[in-house]
């Protein structure tokens, strides 16, 4: 079965930190761009992070994360990562994973920073 699935999600106090997972199964994950999406409430989609296919050549942070989000991925476990430290309460959103073209998404996973 073609999906993703994230984990990782939860409650957490301002400055602290997550580490999402998203693990993906049916498809030769290493031949993907890999994105994280997030939604927070009432708002549209925010492209919060994206890896190229090896995860080290080029990576992207929205301005609003970079230099807290790290991205990563391993292509060996089909998952990709995003560790989040420093978090704000602005950083409340449901986060997906998403597949390169947009055209796979996990069921997302909430992250709530109060």
């Known amino acids: 079965q073609v999906q993703l699935v994230e984990s990782g999600g939860g409650l957490v106090q301002p400055g602290g930190s997550l580490r999402l997972s998203c693990a993906a199964s049916?498809?030769?994950?290493?031949?993907?761009?890999m994105y994280w999406v997030r939604q927070a409430p009432g708002k549209g989609f925010e492209s919060v992070s994206t890896?190229?296919?090896?995860?080290?050549?080029?990576?992207y942070y929205a301005d609003s994360v970079m230099g807290r989000f790290t991205i990563s991925r391993d292509n060996a476990k089909n998952t990709v990562y995003l560790q989040m430290n420093s978090l704000k309460p602005e950083d409340t959103a449901v986060y997906y994973c998403v597949r390169d073209r947009f055209d796979l998404w996990g069921q997302g996973t909430q992250v709530t920073v109060s």
């Open positions: 049916g498809f030769t994950f290493s031949s993907y761009w």
């Open positions: 890896t190229t296919i090896s995860g080290v050549d080029m990576t």
